[in-house]
């Protein structure tokens, strides 16, 4: 027996051994979609390449909108769009490997018109039918108002909805049919009138799921009767002329019972919810950053935010809305050192269970060029971490993994590939000049800021030069704009060497045929192809600090993915704003409306807070991540090095240098480091790692979220 044993142990270890090898993961491509406009709850056929081959294998995303995968294969994808408002949207693909790049889908909104309905009269509850123009095939993406009160609809096509009166209405009201933001015209529909009746609810307090009994008069046909516990429609078991069974749903406190037949709705009686345990069954995302908005799923939580409370570890979260099944948090601060937590929920007292979490935060992942010696490398490639450097100020990523450091003193632009090789592209070392050239045949007065094209292109912001030059990746030097020497005075718009500059401090790409500039006192845009630079807000010859449409220095700037918002960090102001492009209405977004209202020397750490509370001191540099959060490089000189990030939501937090300091950076969270730098040379690649020049050490860090 024993011996039999053994030889099967052997035989299984042989099998075992012999199990092939997993294949490696390849994160999914998007090759085509169709249609690529529509509307909300339309077929789309998305075809590429290392999809998940099952439905729940990948997660498809219209903007922030999970849609519904209605069929999977490696190679295409069959989704129904979901809910988004008119426009164009990004449309990505999430499987186990990683993410997609995107691709657009359009949601269209055409005008939308009614011609008729029919019946005019009718009791609540009658089938209506409306005819018009442009209504949306999907019947829930169409808004059927009786006066005040919204309509069901059962049915929908591009001509015609059917829907139900809905109760409670007496007299004449107007009928319109809203789909997304375009409203029809409204058409008469005049109520007959007939009522159903409650007497009693038995019992009148219950917990959630015990059946209770609604005496009373209802209406025919009986069947179609609903029962609703406030909002929270019921699960009815019978219906009978003077009698419903029906099954407490979800909820809290006292709500009104109502019964609603296929002709009207009852008065209403008042129902006690008896309240059960509070549990926790999962969290949105078991990771996440410090000021992000997660959901705590459950039940028997409360609808009134006042009632509970979330905590992640002994830290209380702040509570944006609860409802009996979930709750909105933004995710604290966390206590130093602990990154891993357990997250539960108090409800009037009563403790849930705890889950797991853990806090995504930056740290100083690795140096990544520069070995702290002030000099020059004489153009020739080296490995970038024993390079010698000279105030390196700009650094900018590629989509390739390049990185592109540009050095103030040293007067030269680098790239760092993937490999670790620090490579010359041009630039005389320690030289000042405005020279056009080849490799070190070019000069730079002071280079402050870069951006990169897709086609390679460095654009360069030669701030004390008052030129902006273009730089090709075999190192020729072109002044694009600007005029050397040029001052406040003479600032002007104009083509090329016309364009008249003072103090373009920063650059970035606004698409790939328009260059933004951040002058000293306007907002500048550049046509790459007729090199036409026209100011687009901002006025360098009538400077009022205190009008929001006026800036001072602006240091940096970023745009967002729909190319609808440009973001500035004013720098001598003091505070961040945000322009509507085209429009170019100005909105301060973070940072006091006094510019004189400044974050004061300080090496204590600063507590998170709303936008418009938050103080800066020449703030400089400023990124955008794929959340849309905002990095912004605070301080300047000797003190308050800080990196902030401001939230979509409005609250600003210090991700990096908590007090401020400026002793040498070590390996760790970033929050609790001291680093030395003079806030400037801010960069952010395709992933959401943060690159940041420390120009005292010479040094070019990468900050890496985990």
Avoid at 140 to 159: H, I, K, L, P, Y
Avoid at 168 to 185: E, P, R
Avoid at 653 to 668: D, K, L, M, Q
């Amino acid at each position: 027996m024993k011996r039999s044993i053994y030889l099967l142990l052997a035989a299984f270890a042989i099998v075992a051994s012999c199990k092939p090898a997993e294949p490696e993961l390849k994160a999914p491509a998007i090759a085509s979609i169709s249609p690529e406009s529509g509307y909300v709850g339309d077929a789309v056929t998305i075809k590429g390449t290392d999809f998940g081959a099952t439905a729940d294998a990948n997660t498809v995303k219209f903007g922030a909108a999970k849609a519904e995968i209605t069929s999977a294969s490696a190679t295409e994808l069959k989704v129904t769009a979901p809910k988004n408002n008119p426009g164009t949207v990004k449309v990505t693909v999430t499987t186990a490997a990683g993410s997609s790049s995107s691709v657009s889908f359009t949601y269209v909104q055409p005008e939308v018109t009614i011609t008729s309905i029919s019946p005019e009269a009718g009791f609540a509850g009658d089938e209506v039918t409306i005819k018009g123009n442009n209504f949306n095939p999907t019947p829930d993406n169409n808004t059927v108002m009786f006066g005040t009160s919204m309509s069901e609809v059962r049915s929908a096509s591009e001509t015609e909805l059917k829907v139900l009166a809905p109760g409670g209405i007496v007299g004449m009201v107007d009928v319109t049919v809203a789909v997304g933001t375009n409203k029809s015209n409204a058409v008469k529909f005049s109520y007959k009138s007939d009522k159903s009746i409650i007497t009693e609810v038995s019992p009148a307090s219950a917990k959630v799921g015990e059946t209770v009994t609604i005496s009373g008069s209802f209406l025919e046909p009986y069947s179609e009767n609903k029962v609703f516990f406030g909002t929270a429609e019921a699960k009815v078991n019978k219906s009978e002329a003077y009698l419903i069974e029906a099954v407490v749903p979800e909820g809290y406190g006292e709500v009104e019972v109502k019964v609603k037949s296929s002709k009207d709705v009852s008065n209403a009686v008042n129902f006690n919810y008896v309240a059960g345990d509070p549990s926790v069954s999962g969290l949105s995302v078991a990771s996440a950053e410090v000021g992000d908005v997660i959901k705590v799923k459950g039940q028997n939580f409360s609808p009134n935010k006042s009632d509970v409370t979330v905590s992640f570890g002994t830290v209380a979260a702040e509570v944006v809305e609860s409802r009996m099944s979930e709750i909105d948090v933004i995710v604290p601060q966390y206590e130093e050192g602990k990154l891993d937590v357990k997250v539960g929920v108090t409800v009037g007292g009563k403790a849930t269970n705890q889950l797991d979490f853990h806090y995504l935060t930056y740290y100083w992942a690795e140096i990544i060029a520069g070995s702290g010696e002030k000099g020059s490398d004489e153009g020739q490639t080296v490995d970038a971490l024993s390079a010698k450097m000279n105030q390196p100020v700009a650094v900018v990523p590629d989509n390739k993994g390049n990185i592109y450091i540009g050095e103030a003193t040293g007067g030269v632009i680098r790239k760092l590939t993937p490999s670790g090789k620090l490579e010359f592209i041009a630039g005389k070392y320690a030289t000042t000049g405005s020279a056009d050239g080849k490799g070190a045949d070019a000069t730079f007065k002071y280079i402050y800021s870069l951006a990169v094209d897709s086609k390679d292109n460095i654009y360069v912001a030669d701030v004390t030069n008052h030129l902006i030059r273009k730089v090709t990746q075999d190192g020729t030097v072109t002044t694009i704009a600007g005029t050397a020497g040029s001052k406040q005075a003479d600032s002007r718009d104009g083509i090329g060497a016309d364009a008249w500059l003072c103090l373009p401090y920063t650059v970035a790409m606004y698409d790939d045929t328009h260059l933004l500039i951040g002058d000293g006192f306007n907002l500048r845009m550049m046509d790459l192809t007729s090199g036409e630079v026209k100011s687009i807000v901002g006025s360098p010859n009538s400077i009022d600090f205190a009008a929001i449409d006026n800036f001072y220095n602006i240091r940096g700037i970023a745009v967002s993915p729909d190319k609808k918002t440009i973001y500035v960090s004013d720098g001598l102001n003091n505070c961040v704003k945000a322009i509507s492009y085209p429009e170019c209405a100005v909105t301060r977004i973070a940072g006091p409306e006094v510019r004189t209202n400044i974050l004061g020397k300080s090496f204590e750490p600063l507590a998170e807070c709303k936008a418009e509370d938050a103080l800066f001191y020449n703030p400089s540099n400023l990124v955008l991540d794929s959340k849309g959060n905002l990095y912004l490089a605070d301080g300047t000189g000797d003190y308050n090095h800080r990196i902030r990030r401001i939230t979509p939501d409005g609250r600003v937090y210090t991700i990096a240098n908590e007090t401020g300091a400026t002793t040498p950076a070590v390996t760790g969270p970033c929050r609790a480091l001291d680093m030395t730098y003079k806030g400037w040379g801010l960069g952010i690649d395709k992933d959401d790692n943060l690159y940041v020049c420390d120009q005292k050490n010479n040094l070019v860090f990468r900050l890496t979220l985990k």
